[in-house]
């Protein structure tokens, strides 16, 4: 295996942004626009005039005289040419080089962003003054200066500050930051100005250039350089493990900056291209894909969080699985010589730009199919998606069997792997290689071929629903949708879930007997089993209102009953008990048992009946109770919001 080689040295500050000037240093395409706030820009500026560190910066080395292998760009606001080749990439560093570059070396006005998000263009300054009287209060020395360099109050009726003309900035002792590495002309200016006034400042000066000025021309900063041999999946995980200030950096970024170097722009391809007649072209492949099969009332579809790498992974199981059967067809390759179908990050940086373009229209094809056959089971929205990874290989399986997929027979074996990866909860790590494998294994079942690997794992155990509180689980989603696909119909009006009914209803997911009925019995029913997905149906936002929380016999009295206005007019129509009997039991609900307000006769009767609900999607019989517990406990809500996996739920 290739070691990552690096050097560590130190270089001169004035040394590194030269080399940004004249394009030896430069940016990856990869490197986002540069997005420095003037708060942090005057902080950083601070903290090299008094010489504390500001932090290693990290570049790779790029191999001389060969095709570079990312596209790049100069840092912003140098001006190189377009056939400078960098002699090194940085990777880390981008927003304390554009800054420094920017503002120290640069002879225009910065553009940098205010405390309220405004995009503005500063000056950046010294106060001579301030910077001496008191080191520890440097940042109070160095401010910002609107583009005409006037710095205003009452509502732009008052000049504070005039610093429009060299003279001026003489006057008041302010010395401008972009001259910082050239202060000759500027002192020189400083000398005749006072000496003609009669005043001798240059000792001032002095001070300040020996106490303030000198730390920037003499400040040193740690560069590791990755060699030029380091491989693409190290550049992108040294990225992420240094890059702890910006937007982490993933494969779609890597493979942009090496598109880009074949005259491949990938950003466009699935951001948008905002010059181009193409409608589809100008909005791009995320948008097109948020965007589609969405209700309308919804702002966006159920493919809204559809990653860039997502869809990259769906192509590269596509080309993998392609290269493996031209390996397996060749009669001189053993099947040690066969490679493997990966969905890996690796196998993104590997995929060729040919391999994209080739596969690109039918892998958009299969996420909308995706989509269709989604709402087929009765998942419309983001939040009721039992597993987002489950769409990579189900969108790589529709893009290859295309029109196959519109058969009754081929679409309930789609279905069934379906429900057996969210029932057995197979989608939530590891997935890579469970990936390959269905890419290899459903689209040949579909043919005839052995039973997946999925289909085979996919059992739920019969314990396991008493544990799913909340929709962090992919199997609690996956039962509110199985509910709506048995066709669940709603308590109070007797209409079924399809698309229409969920959306005007607000349906979600509420308890059957209440949490505040169940908190009230003696001894009281604990929330981690009231909560229980068993307790648990969708429901329209009227009906639940209907429920409130009292025990479910006085509300289903109610619903039978109906409701009068003050005119004697019929607001809610009575229901016959043995109708509303019938739309209960669409919820898989035992009746008697909810009659009788019988918590724990119903609680294992429709643990039973959801099982035998869950065993007709997968055909996997449930095992008896004797598989270990997971280990741990169940993720609470506080602690999945602390972690950024909070799911928000209706109750």
């Known amino acids: 295996m290739a070691k990552t080689t690096f050097d560590t040295n130190p270089v ?79 990777l880390d560093g981008q927003q304390r080089m554009t800054s420094l570059y920017q503002s120290c070396m640069r002879r225009q006005v910065v553009a940098t962003i205010t405390a309220k998000k405004r995009l503005v263009k500063r000056w950046f300054y010294i106060d001579i003054t301030k910077a001496l009287v008191n080191e520890a209060d440097r940042e109070s020395a160095i401010f910002a200066m609107p583009e005409d360099r006037m710095l205003k109050a009452n509502f732009d009726k008052d000049i504070v500050l005039d610093l429009s003309s060299s003279a001026l900035e003489y006057e ?112 791009g492949t995320q948008k097109r894909l948020a965007a589609y099969g969405r209700a309308a009332s919804q702002v966006q579809g159920v493919l809204a969080n559809v990653a860039a790498t997502d869809f990259l992974q769906a192509i590269a199981l596509l080309h993998t699985k392609e290269v ?55 998942i419309h929205r983001i939040k009721d998606l039992p597993y987002q990874t489950q769409l990579v290989p189900l969108a790589a399986i529709f893009a290859e069997i295309g029109d196959k997929a519109d058969h009754t027979t081929n679409n309930e074996k789609i279905a069934r792997w379906y429900w057996c990866g969210v029932f057995g909860e197979l989608y939530g790590s590891a997935v890579e290689s469970r990936f390959a494998k269905d890419i290899v294994e459903v689209p040949a079942w579909l043919d005839g071929g052995p039973t997946p690997s999925t289909v085979i794992d996919g059992v739920l155990r019969p314990d396991r629903l008493l544990t799913m509180r909340t929709r962090l689980s992919a199997a609690y989603k996956g039962l509110q949708a199985l509910l709506l696909r048995q066709g669940a119909i709603d308590f109070r009006s007797g209409q079924a879930f399809d698309q229409t009914v969920f959306f005007d209803e607000d349906v979600d997911i509420h308890h059957i007997f209440p949490q505040d009925w169940c908190g009230k019995q003696t001894p009281k029913i604990p929330p981690s089993i009231y909560d229980s997905v068993i307790n648990k149906t969708p429901l329209g936002y009227r009906t639940n209102r209907i429920i409130g929380g009292v ?91 602390d972690s950024g996996l909070e799911l928000t739920e209706s109750e």
């Open 12 to 90: 001169l500050l004035q040394t590194l942004l030269k080399n940004c000037e004249d394009g030896k240093l430069q940016l990856p395409d990869f490197q986002r626009s540069w997005v420095w706030e003037e708060e942090r820009i005057m902080s950083l500026i601070a903290s090299v005039s008094r010489g504390f560190p500001m932090g290693a910066l990290m570049s790779l080395k790029s191999k001389i005289d060969t095709r570079v292998v990312f596209a790049y760009r100069p840092i912003e606001g140098a001006l190189v040419g377009p056939n400078i080749k960098p002699e090194q990439l940085l």
């Open 172 to 283: 008041h002792l302010m010395f401008p930051l972009n001259q910082v590495f050239s202060t000759d002309e500027w002192m020189q200016g400083f000398w005749k100005y006072w000496n003609a006034k009669g005043e001798d400042k240059i000792g001032l000066f002095f001070r300040f250039q020996n106490d303030v000025l000198k730390n920037f021309t003499e400040y040193q900063v740690p560069v590791i350089a990755l060699g030029a041999d380091t491989s693409h999946e190290a550049v992108c995980l040294v990225f992420e493990k240094v890059n702890t200030g910006g937007k982490a950096l993933d494969a779609f970024e890597l493979l942009t900056a090496m598109y880009a170097a074949q005259g491949h722009k990938l950003r466009d391809d699935w951001l948008g291209e905002e010059k181009s007649e193409d409608p589809d072209r100008k909005l």
């Open 324 to 378: 493996r059967q031209a390996a397996m067809a060749d009669p001189t390759k053993t099947e040690n010589d066969w490679p493997a179908v990966r969905a890996t990050r690796q196998s993104l940086l590997d995929l060729p730009l040919a391999a994209y373009k080739k596969h690109c229209d039918a892998v958009h094809q299969g996420f909308e199919r995706a989509a269709r056959f989604l709402r087929q089971q009765q």
């Open 551 to 641: 025990a479910p016999s006085i509300y289903l009295r109610k619903l039978e009953a109906g409701k009068l206005g003050p005119g004697g007019q019929i607001v809610e129509p009575p229901i016959a008990k043995g109708t509303l009997s019938t739309y209960l039991q669409t919820h898989c609900i035992p009746v008697p048992e909810l009659y009788a307000d019988d918590f724990i006769g119903f609680m294992n009767a429709r643990q039973k009946l959801l099982l035998d609900l869950v065993v007709s999607v997968t055909k996997n019989a449930t095992p008896a109770s004797t598989i270990a517990d997971d280990e741990g406990e169940e993720l609470s809500l506080a602690i999945a919001h």
